[in-house]
């Protein structure tokens, strides 16, 4: 079943908009300058993309979520891929890159990212999403 707020020449950045975390790195990567047309969709909305991440089997407090040529790509998974399409301009992406255009690498990188999400999302007095 295709999602209709997806259309297959987009990307889909699907991410936690009250962690400050994850609005910061959807905010501060240049993708609409490397890869053209993105969404960012706020996983707390619960739009027909948010939908399928979750029928799919992914838990969006596990990570973010990119649908890009009708796949889903999920947490470590998803960085590499946002680092693959990011601009090299810039610290902040150049770190990106750096960090996670390295399966291996952002397979380590990643759980504690996770965690220190929770932890600052408990901290600031925030839920977790939840699913």
């Known amino acids: ?12 950045v699907i991410y936690d908009g009250e962690c400050p975390f994850c609005s910061a790195f959807v905010r501060m990567t240049r993708l609409r300058e490397a890869a053209g047309e993105v969404r960012l969709v706020d996983a707390r909305g ?5 939908r399928r991440v979750l029928a799919a089997g992914y ?5 973010m979520a990119v649908i890009m040529d ?16 990011t601009t090299r301009s810039g610290i902040f992406n150049r ?5 996670f255009r390295s399966p ?11 965690m ?10 925030r839920k977790k999403l939840g699913f």
């Open 59 to 63: 838990s969006l407090d596990d990570g």
């Open 70 to 85: 009708d796949r889903i790509y999920h947490g470590d998974e998803a960085m590499t891929l946002l680092a693959s399409l």
């Open 95 to 99: 770190l990106v890159r750096l960090l």
């Open 104 to 114: 291996r690498l952002a397979r380590v990188i990643y759980p504690p990212l996770k």
């Open 1 to 12: 079943m295709k999602d209709t707020e997806i259309s297959s020449d987009s990307i889909t």
């Open 116 to 125: 220190g999400r929770a932890l600052t999302l408990r901290l600031i007095g």
């Open 46 to 50: 619960m739009s027909g993309a948010v």
